[in-house]
C-alpha cells in the first residue's frame, strides 16, 4: 500500500511540474550569447509589433465600414 501512494505521489509531481512545461526553478527564455539574445529578442517585437494587424485582419476590421451614409466600395478603383 505504502508502495502504491510513493508512487502515485511520484507520477503527480511530474504531471504538475514536467508535463505542462513548468519547472519548480524559472528557466531562461533568451539564449545566453548576446548575438542569439538579441536576434531572438528582434523576432519576439517585431510578432508583438503585427498582431495588432492580424487582430484586425482575422476580425474583417480592416474593411471599409458599409454603415456610412457614403458609398463605399471595398475593393481597387474608383
Not at 508512487?7 to 503527480?12: G, H, N, Q, R, T
Not at 508583438?48 to 458609398?71: A, N, V
Request: charged residues 20%.
Amino acid at each position: 500500500m505504502r508502495k502504491t501512494f510513493v508512487i502515485f505521489a511520484l507520477l503527480l509531481f511530474a504531471a504538475v511540474f514536467v508535463g505542462d512545461g513548468c519547472a519548480p526553478v524559472p528557466l531562461p527564455r533568451y539564449a545566453a550569447a548576446p548575438q542569439v539574445r538579441v536576434e531572438e529578442l528582434l523576432t519576439d517585437s517585431e510578432n508583438m509589433r503585427m498582431i495588432g494587424q492580424e487582430w484586425e485582419r482575422f476580425w474583417f476590421l480592416d474593411q471599409p465600414s458599409h454603415l456610412t451614409p457614403w458609398r463605399t466600395h471595398g475593393g481597387l478603383g474608383p
